[in-house]
Every structure is written in structure tokens, then in C-alpha cells.
């Protein structure tokens, strides 16, 4: 029986007190007996929690009371048992590492949102509603994507995040005249990275509104193969947002 609730949310938010934040998110979350990762930084926050259902849709009705994070989104998932060992709040320089600090969506317009329904409709398709051809951008780890990514998507194999800003500048010449997806695993990195495609000249940039397990959560998987990687032990999820095996097939 899949008792535990998972969480994933990222929000980015100019916050300016992130030690007192830190024990103050971390005293609710462990009174609740939750785990998993808070990370906070000056430019928002990005965590990934797991215990009973009571318990962190209580901690989430507690972090919304602040006005900054009232609009506060997470993606749901069940799993049998907490895929964490533990219970970590860190503050960190970034909530995703670019080492670009003139990347600050808390601070700039965000790249528009692509609805989940639109993708799978354009890649039915076979081009967006202007007739641009589209293309699927992985944002991700090359060791993420060999678990699983839309069929035919761009990957430029990189080993982490800060080398995006590189490869966008090898192969920007190849997304001339086509309509550019970015995509990760629940929006946080390929948010960023649409900006930085904004800013390095490329024309017609979307972002995957709440990535892969939104995708996954609101259209049930069409053009995606294979699994999603998390972060956590369950390592992958797969269209049902099960645990998965196989590429994207749950486990029974």
C-alpha cells in the first residue's frame, strides 16, 4: 500500500533571510517527523519531502502562511515507504547551480510556460501553432536522460547544470527557424535554462511548466520514453508516477 506522500516544489523568490528561514522550516519539518532536502538561497527555494499525508500537506499549509510562498505548487507522488534517510535544510549560494549569476528568475521575466497539454498536442502534431517545427530540449544530466526523455529530444550529454550556459553556445546555430522546449525533471533547471536561451539570441523558448512529472501527472506520457530519475531512493518514476523498472513501466 502506498501510504507515503512525496513532494517536489521549487519557487524562486528573492529571500533575504534565509538563516532564520532555514531553522524555522527545519523545526516544523522534523516536528512533523518528515524527510528529505530544503534548500534555500537568496534567489528562492527548492525541496523534496516524504512522509504521511497529514504531515506535509500540514508543513505546506504552514510555509504558504508566508506571503512569498502562498502560490507554493508541489507535485505529488506515493511510495510504500520514505525514499529519504534523513532530514536536511541547507542554505546554498544557489537552489540550482548555474554559475551565472546574472541568471536570476526571481529577478527577470521567466521564459513563458508551456502547458503540458500543448506539448503533447505540438509533438502530435508535429509543430506548434504557427507552424514552427518543435523541438523537445533535455536539460538534464546525461545519466538522467539514459533513464528515460521525449522521444527525439536534444541532449548534449552534459555532466552537470554549469555546463548548459557552454552548450547552448556549441550548438545555439541549430535551433534557428524552431520552436525550443526546455525540460527537466519538475522545472527547476529547464526554467533557467530558457532564460539563459532568451539572453544567449535564441528566438522562441518555452519552458515545460512543472517538467517531466507534470507531464507525466497531467497527460499520462505520450512521446516519452522510458523512466524519469529522481533523487531519492525510489531513482525513477514512471508515467503513473510509480516507482518504475524497465525503462518507465511501474512496479507492481
Not at 516544523?28 to 500537506?57: H, M, P, Q
Not at 549560494?93 to 546574472?102: D, G, K, L, T, Y
Amino acid at each position: 500500500m502506498n501510504s507515503i506522500l512525496n513532494i517536489s516544489a521549487y519557487k524562486f523568490v528573492t529571500l533575504a533571510d534565509t538563516a532564520g528561514l532555514r531553522e524555522r522550516i527545519l523545526a516544523e519539518a522534523a516536528a512533523r517527523e518528515l524527510k528529505g532536502t530544503v534548500l534555500l538561497a537568496e534567489e528562492g527555494i527548492n525541496l523534496f519531502l516524504a512522509g504521511t499525508a497529514d504531515a506535509v500537506r500540514g508543513w505546506v499549509d504552514w510555509l504558504r502562511a508566508d506571503a512569498r510562498f502562498a502560490d507554493l505548487a508541489p507535485k505529488e507522488s506515493w511510495s510504500a515507504t520514505v525514499p529519504f534517510r534523513k532530514l536536511l535544510v541547507k542554505v546554498k549560494r544557489e537552489i540550482i547551480r548555474m554559475n551565472h549569476p546574472a541568471i536570476r528568475p526571481d529577478a527577470a521575466p521567466r521564459a513563458p510556460a508551456l502547458p503540458a497539454a500543448t506539448l503533447a498536442r505540438w509533438l502530435a502534431q508535429g509543430h506548434d501553432d504557427a507552424g514552427r517545427p518543435v523541438v523537445t530540449l533535455d536539460t538534464r544530466n546525461a545519466f538522467e536522460v539514459d533513464y528515460g526523455t521525449f522521444e527525439g529530444a536534444i541532449d548534449w550529454r552534459i555532466t552537470k547544470f554549469t555546463e548548459f550556459p557552454d552548450a547552448v553556445m556549441a550548438h545555439r546555430e541549430e535551433l534557428a527557424g524552431k520552436t525550443v522546449v526546455s525540460f527537466c525533471t519538475g522545472g527547476i533547471r529547464c526554467e533557467k535554462a530558457a532564460i539563459y536561451l532568451q539572453q544567449a539570441g535564441v528566438e522562441n523558448v518555452w519552458q515545460l511548466e512543472g517538467g517531466i512529472l507534470k507531464y507525466f501527472e497531467e497527460t499520462g506520457g505520450p512521446h516519452y520514453r522510458g523512466g524519469c530519475f529522481v533523487f531519492d531512493e525510489r531513482e525513477a518514476l514512471g508515467h503513473r508516477l510509480e516507482p518504475a523498472k524497465d525503462g518507465g513501466e511501474p512496479q507492481a
